[in-house]
């Protein structure tokens, strides 16, 4: 099993955590891991995405130009990245600043309402958890428990206390995700 993502948002979003969290779990799992972040200037409002390449066997190049699965964040993610999603493809999108949805029949299309619930819920420090969660609810490539440990793991040790209110994000995040 070999599975290319391509998170993608506004800086701040915690697109580049998410990658990160997930990589790690695969890491804490025995699997090959590639985590490789595209940041500079996106960190303060631009757009930042990672890639994350999460296998069983040895990752020959953390570079691609296509990709199973687009998680955007935002419009400009969308417009960049909805045209290299692989046929047979996953693109999952939070609707919250989409004004064009995803058009391609080819793919399998997933929306998460995850800014409006996480602004309702006040979880927004949480948010990028409750997307992550639609992402493993649709391709469960590693489990609850090891992203949950990898949070423990990569957290400063003064976040610690968010730990539960991520794993209830995680657990929204994989009730909130549906097709189209």
């Known amino acids: 099993m070999t599975h290319e993502f391509i998170l993608s948002g506004f800086?701040?979003?915690?697109?580049l955590s998410m990658g990160k969290i997930l990589a790690y779990a695969g890491l804490m799992e025995?699997?090959?891991?590639?985590w490789m972040p595209a940041y500079g200037p996106e960190q303060r409002g631009g757009t930042a995405n990672v890639t994350v390449i999460i296998s069983?066997?040895?990752?020959?190049?953390?570079?691609?130009s296509t990709y199973d699965t687009a998680v955007v964040l935002n419009q400009p993610s969308l417009d960049k990245f909805e045209s290299k999603v692989k046929p047979g493809g996953t693109l999952?999108?939070?609707?919250y600043g989409i004004n064009v949805p995803p058009t391609r029949e080819d793919i399998s299309v997933y929306?998460?309402?995850?800014?409006?619930?996480?602004a309702e819920g006040d979880m927004l420090?949480?948010?990028n958890m409750i997307v992550l969660g639609g992402v493993l609810k649709i391709h469960p490539v590693v489990s609850l428990e090891s992203v949950l440990q990898a949070l423990r793991k990569t957290l400063p040790e003064r976040h610690?206390?968010?730990?539960?209110?991520?794993?209830?994000?995680?657990?929204l995040g994989m009730d909130l995700v549906r097709e189209g």
């Open 111 to 118: 929306r998460i309402d995850a800014m409006e619930k996480a």
């Open 125 to 127: 420090k949480v948010f």
């Open 11 to 15: 800086g701040g979003q915690g697109v």
């Open 92 to 95: 999952i999108y939070d609707s």
């Open 30 to 34: 025995g699997k090959e891991v590639t």
């Open 56 to 64: 069983d066997d040895p990752v020959s190049s953390p570079i691609l």
């Open 160 to 171: 610690h206390h968010l730990i539960p209110q991520n794993g209830q994000a995680l657990r």
